[in-house]
């Protein structure tokens, strides 16, 4: 949900949130929300060096950077607001912040994180009207290796798996048809089609055997 000012949320009897009006809504791949999960308890646990092996991991940091100065940095960033309640910390500063160091450090842009970033803008202005004295840090952790320890189970993975083979599955008629069109285009022996089929069937096969890895 990527708009969640306070005339879409409504709190239930029982205190649980109700969020409505989905039309602005964005969704983040499997890679991503591990990305995610695994850099939020690096940073829970202030463990910077971490945060910068996460980000070098991902390929979102320039060649040259120094890991040592970016987690240094980071730590500069976080350290001042770590433990704070929302009251006393301004998340628009600390992205503000964040993007400075984005600049620093080259770090290429994941547009995948837009609507994300956006939505914890709007959620923390909500959620200090609602309890400016809440620790959000406190309150996070659980959150992130619940999460952390559901993603691990072995039927995400078979999920997972499941979904990459369906992705492949509905690509097959285009990677055949194109095997085709080239196969044409220069005359090939008669078992060529077959080994095109073979070769796409075996691809499948492949992410299919992979949920049982």
């Known amino acids: 949900h990527a708009d969640m000012h306070p005339g879409n949320i409504f709190i239930a009897a029982d205190g649980t949130l109700v969020p409505i009006d989905f039309g602005i809504m964005g969704h983040l791949d499997f ?3 591990l ?3 695994r850099l939020l308890t690096a940073m829970l646990d202030r463990d910077y060096d971490t945060v910068a092996r996460l980000h070098a991991d991902a390929g979102m940091l320039g060649e040259d950077v120094s890991l040592t100065q970016f987690a240094q940095s980071v730590r500069a960033v976080a350290d001042p607001v770590m433990g704070k309640p929302l009251g006393e910390v301004s998340l628009g500063t600390v992205l503000g912040q964040i993007f400075q160091l984005s ?3 080259s770090i ?3 547009p995948q ?3 994300l970033q956006k939505t914890m803008m709007m959620a923390e202005g909500v959620a200090r009207q609602l309890n400016p004295n809440a620790d959000m840090w406190s309150l996070a952790r659980p959150l ?3 999460w952390m320890s559901e993603q691990a189970h072995v039927t995400r993975r078979i999920e997972t798996f499941l ?3 369906l992705t492949l599955a509905s690509r097959l008629p285009r990677i055949i048809a194109a095997l085709e069109s080239r196969d044409h285009e220069t005359p090939p022996a008669p078992e060529s089609n077959n080994a095109a089929l073979a070769v796409a069937l075996l691809a499948l096969g492949i992410a ?3 949920i049982f890895i």
């Open 31 to 33: 890679a991503d929300r």
């Open 35 to 37: 990305f995610l999960a």
């Open 103 to 105: 600049t620093r450090f």
């Open 108 to 110: 290429s842009v994941q």
């Open 113 to 115: 994180y837009n609507l």
């Open 144 to 146: 992130a290796g619940d």
């Open 163 to 165: 979904e990459e083979a």
């Open 208 to 210: 299919v055997l992979g």
